[in-house]
């Protein structure tokens, strides 16, 4: 066989034009948009602690996922593994796949979403919109292998968030969530939270913000929420990097059935368990006090952020702590925020309430017995 002749140039001019028109569309959209807010959660002024949420909710695609696809677009088009006329497939529980039809349909190119078929109507609804296709399977460890599968009976590029989260975004920089949330901070009284609080879906979110704040030297502490049935905390634990729980999580967008790759446990500081029961009964306290609405995986940023202020309480600590609003509740308008669907699942959400609603009251954390 001869040998390919090392001077041969493999570029071709008009897939270069189409994939230089591609990132020029992306990185416009990001200069359409504006920099999420930052609310000011409202505590005892005799407390001394600061409680920011910052709203994800309002990208164009309504979620945190919106930084998370841009990012990947611009990773797998600067890779060449997106080209004209690739069919994009990504393996998703819903936020991500709504995020990447719109930058699908941005840039021109057909895309699949394969998920869980007990995916909310809502999100199915705005992946449709974006004339993107939805392809579900009934048991949710199988979106890896059948969004495989179809990028390849396509010819087209997987995705695939659980491995590239992490290594998409610059964690350094470039207006990435971490920065933004510092910079934002700047001229706040305590401009270096104490702590910041998240969850965790693919990990890259929690990589990028762990990361930046080793590279800036703050004092700042990560700590990662999970949802039950989650294989992260036990995973962050045992420092077990194939820990497996096989079972879904029931808050949409955080928790996974396996120890995603783009998870850096090394990164966190801390992991807190969080009940699906009290997920939901902070997010709807949130609604109740301060009007905004989000979904249930920012019920479970709150549940950790109450814990991690009660005990700066007790130490007579004085700072501020930084969450985020991960999407809106428009999208759970049939789940987490209708009555019969949390009777369904004997979820209990009162004795929750109460936790949270004493400790806003007089700083002690009571939680209910397990």
């Known amino acids: 066989m001869p040998t390919p002749e090392p001077w041969v140039d493999r570029s071709c001019t008009k897939t270069r034009a189409w994939v230089d028109e591609a990132v020029r569309r992306v ?4 200069n359409r948009s504006a920099d999420t807010h930052l609310h000011v959660f409202p505590l005892p002024a005799d407390w001394g602690i ?7 909710s309002v990208h164009p695609t309504g979620s945190l996922k919106h930084r998370l696809a841009r990012s990947l677009f611009l990773y797998a088009l600067a890779n060449g593994w997106i080209t004209e006329g690739t069919t994009v497939v990504e393996a998703s529980s819903g936020s991500t796949a709504v995020s990447e039809a719109y930058f699908a349909r941005l ?3 057909d895309f699949v979403a394969v998920m869980p078929r007990k995916t909310s109507p809502e999100k199915i609804a705005l992946i449709e919109r974006y004339g993107a296709t939805c392809h579900f399977v009934d048991r949710p460890p199988d979106i890896y292998p059948e969004a495989e599968r179809i990028a390849a009976e ?4 997987y995705m695939d968030q659980f491995t590239f989260a992490e290594r998409a975004t610059d964690w350094r920089g470039n207006n990435n969530i971490a920065e933004s949330i510092f910079d934002q901070l700047s001229a706040e009284r305590y ?6 609080v998240m969850g965790a879906g693919t ?3 929690s990589a990028t913000i762990g990361r930046y704040i080793r590279y800036r030297r703050h004092h700042t502490r990560l700590a990662v929420v999970d949802p039950e049935n989650s294989a992260f905390l036990p995973g ?12 879904p999580s029931r808050i949409e967008g ?3 059935p396996r120890m995603e790759p783009s998870f850096i446990p090394s990164v966190i500081d801390l992991m807190i368990p969080v009940p699906d029961a009290a997920s939901v009964a902070a997010m709807r306290h949130l609604h109740q006090v301060s009007g905004l609405t989000a979904g249930g995986s920012t019920g479970t940023n709150l549940w950790g952020v109450w814990q991690l202020i009660a005990q700066m309480l007790a130490a007579g600590k004085r700072g501020s702590v930084v969450t985020l609003i991960c999407d809106g509740g428009e999208r759970y308008r049939h789940s987490y925020y209708s009555d019969e669907w949390v009777a369904d699942r004997e979820w209990d959400l009162t004795p929750y309430l109460a936790t949270i609603e004493k400790f806003l009251a007089t700083g002690e954390w009571e939680p209910p017995a397990s």
């Open 203 to 205: 990990g890259g979110t």
């Open 50 to 56: 600061d409680l920011y949420l910052k709203d994800e």
């Open 154 to 157: 396509t010819q087209g590029h």
């Open 191 to 196: 401009p270096v939270p104490d702590w910041i």
């Open 236 to 247: 962050w634990v045992t420092n077990t990097s194939d820990f497996a729980t096989g079972m």
């Open 27 to 30: 990185e416009a959209d990001a």
């Open 254 to 256: 955080i928790g996974r």
């Open 107 to 109: 840039i021109g190119v």
